[in-house]
């Protein structure tokens, strides 16, 4: 049974800077490409950044330049290293993989004043 966990949200002010982790179990990223999304209540879903197998990496507009996705495949894991954090960042971060819908808990970030 595949199972992804997200961890390491929590409450940062504007120009902070924050780390998520994304870890499966049942699952080798080494196989997958990974895609992190975000969301807030009453708003879509919304993909930030995604890493391909070949670790090629591809950000939102929103966040290019100030969030950076990297993988250890030794420690199966997908980090989100998050900085210069914005209002606009506060919600659950979620990761997945193409084409699947392995949805864990999410991790919430609160950037707040």
């Known amino acids: 049974q595949v199972q992804l966990v997200e961890s390491g949200g929590g409450l940062v002010q504007p120009g902070g800077s924050l780390t998520l982790s994304c870890t499966a179990k049942g699952l080798n990223f080494i196989d997958y490409g990974v895609i992190w999304y975000r969301q807030t209540p009453g708003q879509q879903r919304e993909s930030v950044a995604s890493i391909t197998i070949n670790d090629k990496t591809i950000y939102s507009d929103s966040v290019k330049g100030r969030f950076t996705v990297y993988r250890d495949n030794a420690k199966n894991t997908v980090y989100l290293q998050m900085n210069n954090l914005k209002l606009e960042d506060a919600a659950v971060y979620y990761c997945?993989?193409?084409?699947?819908?392995?949805w864990g808990q999410g991790t919430q970030v609160t950037v707040t004043s």
């Open positions: 997945n993989v193409p084409w699947k819908n392995y």
